[in-house]
T-cell receptor, first 113, second 111 residues
């Protein structure tokens, strides 16, 4: 059964700090992994999508990596800002079967000014 | 280009009532999904569709029904609402295994 885990559930950091969010998955036959941002009371916004053939993707201050052998993905946020405060979720989809995204429970990030 | 549009944004239902959550996308995506999100939990897949006329169950389908008569629309029907269905419901769409686009959600309370 595909499972996705995100630890820690919550994280507080001072503004300007570089930070890493973790995502672990059990399915070695991963097709891609996507990182999302969710603001309170809002929907999910896609941040980065990494294909299984890729090791990392970058967008601005965000960098996501993928290590299929260890079943891990990380989202690196450089020079964090209060506006980065949100819940970050990762989701994976498998190579076999239908195109279902399996989500982790998310990490709630608070960046303190 | 509106993306994925969900209506209504909020709804309060009494136990035993029925309702339909609407979802429409204008990106011509083949895949559409319904998820529910409970406090402190991740998103659980209710139903999904791989194209018009084709739907399948996800992890938590009990108490729900779906239909997909067009590429654009994927309504979710709740029959005989129960307090356990109090949740935030999200509709999403993708073109195959690509970037997923989400609606803004419907916050449903069953009392």
């Amino acid at each position: 059964k595909q499972e996705v885990t995100q630890i820690p559930a919550a994280l507080s950091v001072p503004e300007g700090e570089n930070l890493v969010l973790n995502c672990s998955f059990t399915d070695s036959a991963i097709y891609n992994l996507q990182w999302f941002r969710q603001d309170p009371g809002k929907g999910l916004t896609s941040l980065l999508l990494i294909q299984s053939s890729q090791r990392e993707q970058t967008s601005g201050r965000l960098n996501a990596s993928l290590d299929k052998s260890s079943g891990r993905s990380t989202l690196y946020i450089a020079a964090s800002q209060p506006g980065d405060s949100a819940t970050y979720l990762c989701a994976e989809t498998a190579t076999s079967g239908t195109y279902k995204y399996i989500f982790g429970t998310g990490t709630r990030l608070k960046v303190l000014a | 280009n509106a993306g994925v549009t969900q209506t209504p944004k909020f709804r309060i239902l009494k136990i035993g009532q029925s309702m339909t959550l609407q979802c429409a996308q204008d990106m011509n995506h083949n895949y559409m999904y319904w998820y529910r999100q409970d406090p402190g939990m991740g998103l659980k897949l209710i139903y999904y569709s791989v194209g018009a006329g084709i739907t399948d169950k996800g992890e938590v389908p009990n108490g729900y029904n779906v239909s997909r008569s067009t590429t654009e629309d994927f309504p979710l029907r709740l029959e005989l609402a129960a307090p356990s269905q109090t949740s935030v419901y999200f509709c999403a769409s993708t073109q195959g295994r690509t970037e997923a686009f989400f609606g803004q959600g419907t916050r449903l309370t069953v009392v």
